[in-house]
């Protein structure tokens, strides 16, 4: 069975460092999608950064990158240069091959981070 | 951009009330989920749709029901309210014909049922 596990619950990181989030997944599909969100206090969910399982080279979004390790199943955040802004819970979501046309997606946990100035 | 908007952002109802989640997408997506959210647990998906009038069940649809009868408009129905139910319910909506297919979600809608 699929699964996403994001096994830190809450991270405390300082402004302007770099904070790596770490996400594990399960999955016998070769081909699978991997996501990244972002929670604020708000509530509403705002995609992050995306890595295909046939991508060759690590996703990454500005200040967002995904350090993707295909034979651990790990697909980390990092986070450079970290914000106020980015106080925030993340969460890890994964799509396999059968859910590609309906988009369906399995969740992790989350975790919350905290960004000190 | 994508607007995905839910009818309420903050509800309290009572057990035993019958309980209306309305969805509203303007993207023209196919398919729309309804998640609902507790501390520890993450997202859990109770019922997606990908088409008009179709609906498939996800991993907790007990005590839920949902109804597509437009294309950008997806209800969540709690048939008679449980105090089991007071949660954080996201609605989210994603199109079928891009690779990424990334979901755009809406504001939530924290249910408290009393």
């Known amino acids: 069975a699929q699964k996403i596990t994001q096994t830190q619950p809450g991270m405390f990181v300082q402004e302007k460092e770099a904070v790596t989030l770490d996400c594990t997944y399960d999955?016998?599909?070769?081909?699978?999608?991997l996501f990244w969100y972002k929670q604020p206090s708000s509530g509403e969910m705002i995609f992050l950064i995306y890595?295909?399982?046939?991508?060759?080279q690590n996703a990454t979004e500005g200040r967002y990158s995904l350090n993707f390790q295909k034979a651990r199943k790990s697909a980390n955040l990092v986070i450079s240069a970290s914000q106020l802004g980015d106080s925030a819970m993340y969460f890890c979501a994964m799509r396999d091959h059968g859910s590609s046309n309906t988009g369906k997606l399995i969740f992790g946990q989350g975790t919350t981070l905290q960004v000190k100035p | 951009d994508v607007k995905v908007t839910q009818s309420s952002r903050y509800l309290v109802k009572r057990t035993g009330e019958k309980v209306f989640l309305e969805c509203v997408q303007d993207m023209d997506h196919e398919n729309m989920f309804w998640y609902r959210q507790d501390p520890g647990l993450g997202l859990r998906l109770i019922y997606f749709?990908?088409?008009?009038?179709?609906?498939e069940k996800g991993d907790i649809p007990e005590g839920y029901s949902v109804s597509r009868e437009k294309k950008e408009r997806f209800s969540l129905i709690l048939e008679s309210a449980s105090t089991n139910q007071t949660s954080m319910y996201l609605c989210a909506s994603s199109s079928s014909g891009r690779a990424l297919n990334e979901q755009f979600f809406g504001p939530g809608t924290r249910l408290t049922v009393l």
């Open positions: 749709s990908y088409d008009v009038k179709m609906k």
């Open positions: 999955t016998s599909d070769p081909s699978y999608g």
């Open positions: 890595q295909g399982s046939y991508d060759q």
